[in-house]
T-cell receptor, first 110, second 113 residues
Framework: RKEVEQDPGPFNVPEGATVAFNCTYS??????FFWYRQDCRKEPKLLMS???SGNEDGRFTAQLNRASQYISLLIRDSKLSDSATYLC???????????FGSGTKLNVKP | SAVISQKPSRDICQRGTSLTIQCQVD?????MFWYRQQPGQSLTLIAT?????????ESGFVIDKFPISRPNLTFSTLTVSNMSPEDSSIYLC??????????FGSGTRLTVV
């Protein structure tokens, strides 16, 4: 079983739409959670950390549900520039291994 | 913010040869890693680069095929040895920073012909 699982998509949405991605993790000892963004032919870059209380950064909201072992990313008012692959990342308590989901591809269309 | 310099950015190599990829970070990191990303796939951890000692390899990766060095805190190399077309991939160096988290180099796009 994979450590981290994501719906690969693609999610095709119009500009201005709200879109949500989920990611499930298998290890209940997982302690830190992140969303990364990867543009085509570029390296992944940190989008935001995910805190237990949930956190928001502009149009982006991340949530963590420890009981069900999933994290989510909500994007409001989608922009063309949001088109990318979004990677869910989970680490264990000792922080020396990062487990990446396979990524969810988002296409925002005019 | 943290910056990681990785080179070469791309290369086309003959099968049977070896390529060494260099990774330089601009400040001290707590840990350095090497990843592989095959087309359309997510990242797979190859190994953790340990300063002054042998790297810690993940299942499916061995030192003979992917020798790694990290002579000091801010520099590491990954060699892809005796290459075959199956080694064609993007290889990414990454570092874990205390303040800015997990940062990646820009990657090396390797094509083996």
């Amino acid at each position: 079983r994979k450590e981290v699982e994501q719906d690969p998509g693609p999610f095709n949405v119009p500009e201005g739409a709200t879109v949500a991605f989920n990611c499930t993790y298998s290890n209940s000892a997982s302690q830190s959670f992140f969303w990364y963004r990867q543009d085509c032919r570029k390296e992944p870059k940190l989008l935001m950390s995910v805190y237990s209380s949930g956190n928001e950064d502009g149009r982006f909201t991340a949530q963590l549900n420890r009981a069900s072992q999933y994290i989510s990313l909500l994007i409001r008012d989608s922009k063309l520039s949001d088109s990318a692959t979004y990677l869910c990342v989970v680490t264990l308590y000792n922080f020396n291994k990062f487990y990446f989901g396979s990524g969810t591809k988002l296409n925002v269309k005019p | 913010s943290a910056v990681i310099s990785q080179k070469p950015s791309r290369d086309i190599c003959q099968r049977g040869t070896s390529l060494t990829i260099q990774c330089q970070v601009d400040s001290q990191v707590t840990m350095m890693f090497w990843y592989r990303q095959q087309p359309g796939q997510s990242l797979t951890l190859i190994a953790t680069a340990n300063q002054g000692s042998e790297a810690t390899y993940e299942s499916g990766f061995v030192i003979d095929k992917f020798p790694i060095s990290r002579p000091n805190l801010t520099f590491s190399t990954l060699t892809v040895s005796n290459m075959s077309p199956e080694d064609s991939s993007i290889y990414l160096c990454s570092g874990l920073y205390r303040d800015s988290g997990y940062t990646f180099g820009s990657g090396t796009r390797l094509t083996v012909v």
